[in-house]
C-alpha cells in the first residue's frame, strides 16, 4: 500500500502553540454580523437626497416602515445595476438577482452506473483511451 502524503505538520497531542482553544479572535465578527453592520450604515447626505426625491416620486411603493422603505430602495438599487455601462457590473447585478429568486445553481455530474462499478487497471485504462479517442473525434469534427 502507498503511503499517504503528508502536508504540513500534524497537530501534537496536548498543548501545541497553533492550536486555537480561546475561540475566535477578539473583536472578530461573523459575516452576518458584518452585513447587519453594513446595512444600518447612516446614509451620506446625497443618498438621503435622493432616496427622499425617489420615495416622493413613488409614494405607493414607499408606503410601510423606514427600514423596509429603505431595503426597497436599495433592491432598486441593485435592479439599477443592471443597466450599467460596465458589462461586469452588469452581469454581476444579474447573477445576484437570479441567485436570490431562484437559488445558486448546482452543477450536477454524471459519471454514469458503469462507472461505479468497480475495474481493473487495465480495463480502467482501456475505458479512458475509448474515452480519450471519442473526445479526439469530436474536436475534428468540430
Do not use: C
Not at 452581469?91 to 445553481?105: F, L, S
Not at 461505479?116 to 485504462?125: L, P
Amino acid at each position: 500500500m502507498a503511503k499517504k502524503k503528508q502536508v504540513g505538520i500534524p497537530f501534537k497531542k496536548g498543548d501545541d502553540s497553533r492550536r486555537n482553544t480561546t475561540g475566535a479572535n477578539k473583536g472578530s465578527k461573523w459575516k452576518s454580523t458584518l452585513l447587519k453592520d453594513l446595512m444600518t450604515i447612516d446614509l451620506s447626505k446625497t443618498e438621503i437626497e435622493t432616496f427622499d426625491e425617489f420615495s416622493s416620486k413613488f409614494p405607493g411603493l414607499f408606503n410601510s416602515t423606514p427600514e423596509k422603505n429603505f431595503q426597497l430602495y436599495m433592491e432598486i438599487k441593485q435592479i439599477s445595476l443592471v443597466f450599467n455601462k460596465n458589462p461586469n457590473v452588469s452581469q454581476n447585478a444579474i447573477n445576484a438577482i437570479k441567485d436570490r429568486i431562484q437559488g445558486k445553481p448546482t452543477q450536477i455530474v454524471d459519471i454514469g452506473i458503469e462507472d461505479k462499478k468497480k475495474m481493473s487497471t487495465d480495463e480502467r485504462r482501456a475505458r479512458i483511451h475509448e474515452l480519450t479517442e471519442k473526445a479526439k473525434g469530436v474536436n475534428e469534427s468540430n
